[in-house]
């Protein structure tokens, strides 16, 4: 049992250290987990209906300018896969090789950077900042003997 809690600790460690790697691996997983989930609301939102297209939708204005759809289609098959059809599988698979595609690359970038500098995570960007404002602070302490307005109340009053 200890193996997993060990493995657990080391995950959230990871996920702590690379949060845009970690959020990607996620979304990844989430879409091969449930494709439709993510599907149905942009399939909704593009006017595909389970009863049919939405009239004055992107899809209304798509099918207008098709004209006669063909039932093999990708217009018939976003269709469908909004009606419950024979196109939730093959919606579902675009969406779920999708999601293999991101969770795999989160999984690939986070490796060779781990590779190439340590385990140093992929926020370093929010620590360089912080660097330099503590540099700008030192040199307006040095720059003219004194601390500056915004210092001074940091560090209480002056006796």
Do not use: C
């Not at 060990?6 to 990871?14: H, I, L, S």
């Not at 896969?81 to 999984?107: E, K, N, P």
């Not at 385990?119 to 720059?143: F, R, W, Y």
Request: aromatic share 4%.
């Amino acid at each position: 049992m200890s193996f997993f809690k060990d493995k657990g600790k080391q995950a959230r460690e990871w996920a702590a250290a690379n949060p845009r790697s970690a959020a990607a691996l996620g979304t990844g997983v989430a879409l091969v987990a449930a494709p439709m989930v993510v599907a149905a609301p942009i399939l909704a939102a593009a006017g595909f209906g389970a009863n049919g297209i939405v009239a004055g939708s992107i899809a209304a204005g798509a099918q207008s300018s098709i004209g006669s759809v063909v039932a093999p289609s990708l217009f018939a098959t976003l269709q469908s896969a909004a009606a419950g059809g024979y196109g939730v599988a093959a919606v579902s698979g675009v969406v779920q090789g999708f999601g293999g595609v991101v969770a795999s690359l989160a999984g690939v970038i986070s490796m060779i950077k781990n590779k190439n500098g340590g385990n140093q995570g992929d926020d370093d960007a929010a620590g360089e900042d912080d660097e330099k404002d503590d540099s700008t602070h030192k040199k307006n302490e040095k720059g003219n003997g004194r601390a500056s307005d915004e210092n001074k109340e940091e560090s209480g009053p002056e006796l």
